[in-house]
Structure formats: structure tokens, C-alpha cells
């Protein structure tokens, strides 16, 4: 990714999304508190550009990307557990999964996880995109997000994760500033700060649509 090209030789603020499929019906309540929060950070970061990275997974990924790409004027960058003819198998609403495409075509950069996701302690070698292996992908996914942003919307009931790389181990990675060696399938260019660094969590319940903001500005 050249900065120069994208960002005027500025270093953008890298913000991640994490969050569940299913927002239940409240997404215009969602809606209302990610816009307020985008339009806190602008005010924060006037002269800033912002990077948004997310899976684009339906519900909260996409919901964010698209909030956060408007209000910002963020480029976006799509990190991708599988790929697209396997990924978008997990898609039930035809709605998401073309939106999807829109915004995939909107990229200025992708990260293909599948192709780059390391063995280690965590797991053997992964050789198919089926059951426990492709729950992997996923948290590898969720590994390049937890790592290399500053700033962390996620959409989320506050609960802890049923299975391995979930929006729970996304957050508390994020939280701790690594994810667990495995997991971790980011280019060495993709942010400035490496290794990375606890940042802003901006929770924002799915089911109420508080916010909540740790650490405390």
C-alpha cells in the first residue's frame, strides 16, 4: 500500500471493525451511535485520513465499513479469511452479499488471510476451508484487525466468544494489543506501528446501542 499515493504522505489512522451478523433490528439505532462516534473522531482528527480495515462480513463488518468509509471518507482495506467463492457461501442475505461486492470493489488494498495465515502451536497445517479449519481463517482475520488498528468499532454483546476468533477474542486482542502467534497474518507495511499497541475500543451494544469507550477521553 503506497501512502503517498493514497494518503498525501500523511499516516492514516487504522480503525478495525468486529461485530455479529445478526443486529437483531436494531441497525438504525446502531447506525445513529456509529455516526455520532465517526463524527467525534473527525472533530478529534481534523486533518487526519483514516483506513478502515474489516472482513465485510454481513451485519456489523459491513454496517461499519460503510458508516465509517461515508463519514470519515476512509479508504478501505478488506481482510478476507477465505476466498470470495468460499467466503461468500457463509452469506444467507442475497441484500449482504451484493453489497458486498460493491464494497469489496471499492478496496484499495486486500488482505487474503487464507493465503497467508502461518502454522504454529495453535493448529496443524490447515489444507481445507471445511469445519474447524475454516472457524481458523476467520480468527486469522481477526488477528490481522486485533493487531494493526488504532481505533476498534465493535458491535457486540459483550459476552465472551463460542469459538476461536469470535468478536469476544477479537476485542480482547485488540485489548492486549496481540493476538496469539497463529493468528497473526498481517503484511509488515499494512500500519506504521509494529509490533502494535492497545488503542481505542468503541463498544457499541448490538442489542442497545449504548456506547461504551475504554479506555475513557
Not at 465517526?38 to 478502515?52: D, E, G
Request: hydrophobic content about 40%; proline content about 5%.
Amino acid at each position: 500500500m503506497d501512502a503517498n499515493a493514497l494518503f498525501g504522505g500523511r499516516v492514516p489512522i487504522v480503525i478495525g471493525v468486529t461485530g455479529h451478523r445478526d443486529l437483531v433490528g436494531n441497525e438504525a439505532a446502531i447506525n445513529d451511535a456509529l455516526t455520532k462516534e465517526c463524527r467525534k473522531l473527525r472533530a478529534h482528527y481534523q486533518h487526519t485520513p483514516f483506513l478502515v480495515l474489516s472482513a465485510l462480513a454481513e451485519g456489523a463488518d459491513q454496517l461499519v465499513a460503510s458508516i465509517i468509509m461515508r463519514e470519515l471518507k476512509a479508504k478501505l482495506c478488506v481482510v478476507l479469511p477465505l476466498p470470495v467463492e468460499e467466503y461468500v457461501k457463509d452469506f444467507i442475505n442475497e441484500a449482504s452479499r451484493k453489497h458486498f461486492d460493491t464494497l469489496l470493489a471499492k478496496a484499495v488494498r486486500r488482505v487474503d488471510v487464507f493465503k497467508t495465515l502461518p502454522t504454529g502451536n495453535c493448529h496443524d497445517k490447515i489444507n481445507s476451508f471445511s469445519g474447524k479449519n475454516r472457524d481458523k481463517y476467520y480468527a486469522g482475520a481477526g488477528g490481522v484487525i486485533a493487531e494493526q488498528t488504532q481505533v476498534l468499532f465493535a458491535i457486540w454483546d459483550g459476552e465472551a466468544a463460542h469459538g476461536i476468533g469470535g468478536t469476544g477474542d477479537v476485542v480482547k486482542w485488540f485489548s492486549q494489543g496481540y493476538a496469539p502467534k497463529c493468528y497473526s497474518a498481517f503484511p509488515a507495511d499494512l500500519s506504521p506501528l509494529d509490533p502494535a499497541e492497545p488503542g481505542l475500543l468503541i463498544h457499541i451494544s448490538f442489542k442497545s446501542a449504548q456506547t461504551r469507550i475504554s479506555p475513557q477521553t
